[in-house]
């Protein structure tokens, strides 16, 4: 259960302060759907930053489960996003002298789990994104779609409870796009939360709740039936 | 007039070959609208980085107007790159310390234009992609797709006779996408030869050429009406 109120982010440019996020509220219900679109440049990214614990509004306030995360320390953040939180990054932020297969058994090396653990794990999520051949190639010996693709392995490595995927499909063809919606809603139907923002119309109406941003705004909120 | 003959280009992992491009021909004429599709790793970048002289082919030759550009030296590829192509990358390249105007004014001040012709025609194409008000903002202050905005005007403001485009609407919108388009089409109608690599279906059937890769080789190439 996440709970945004009154959310806030200002950046200062030149004399000119720019609302990247105002005013927003919005509650998300543990295991739910949830798209956002929006134009380019509106705040999608800047509100999932947000929700992922990876960036701190100047105002307003963010509960996930009843736990106030403003007023928690940077060490408690950083546990509760490791223990709780996948991201799938806009930019994919691998490590580049990292190849594939250490890119996505990262999460679970921090976490102390065992060598085979890491290796089931990983050769698991790289065999439903498709990449099981590529595991020893370096990001610098990987297509942009196998880029992301491995950012969404390293996402999901650890089945975390909560999954940001910040538009998961940009770099990927129709096949490929399709065969990533079916692992994330696989996911959800096992009962992890999924906030997808989105540029595809596609992805975003199979979502069951639908949210639009305009300008910092949540503009739009609705809940669909299914698919 | 472009022509590719025998194109090959192969990566030793380990002990197999990975054949990113095989024995690959194809012509393009001057002013021709070229879409590229493909599966996520079937060679669609290799293939535009060999177009823009950003890559050399492990065996075969590429000949614009006549020129054997596999017989230049790294010199003599440099200028005529720097001359005629402009390239859109997928990961876009920007260049962190600069702010937008200057990552888009660079090929300007390479090419030793002065400040006045340097303002008018970066702040014509910020325009274009809709982005003047951000040009004073540095890569990391920018969304995904303001990035992606960026790196088209950069690749655009010098109107290069041929203009190579990977995946220029992934992190966009479709009204973004579509004022992006008209702007690539644009200048297409003005005679600069267009290459799109794209996943976007809609996009890859707006031009009059259309190719279609899988597994490093060119499986369809067809000539259509226009739109
Ligand atoms: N550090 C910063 N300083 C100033 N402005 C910023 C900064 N970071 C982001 N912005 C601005 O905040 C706005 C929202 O950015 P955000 O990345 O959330 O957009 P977005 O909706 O994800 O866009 P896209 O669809 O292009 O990815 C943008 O207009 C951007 O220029
Ligand atoms: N330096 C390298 N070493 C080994 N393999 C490589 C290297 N660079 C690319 N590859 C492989 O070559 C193939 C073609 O890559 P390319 O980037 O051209 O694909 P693409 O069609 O652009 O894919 P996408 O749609 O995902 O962007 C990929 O399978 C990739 O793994
Ligand atoms: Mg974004
Ligand atoms: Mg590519």
Redo the contacts between chains.
Sequence with gaps: MIQLRGLNKT?Q??GQPLHALRDLDMDIQTGEYVSV?????SGK?TLLNMLGLLDRPDSGSYHINGIATEQLVEEQRAALRRDNIGFIF??FHLIGRLNAFENVELPMVLAGETTRARREAVEHVLQLVGLLD?K??RPG?L????LQ?VAIARAIVMKPRILLA??PT????????RDIVNVLENLNSEGITLVVVT?D?NLGQRAQRRVRMVDGQIVEDERHAPG
């Design positions: 950046y440019m030149g679109m929006g134009p380019s440049g990214s806009q930019a590529r020893h190639h010996q297509s942009g779609g196998q693709r910040d538009e940009g770099n990927l063809d129709q096949s490929s796009g540029h119309g």
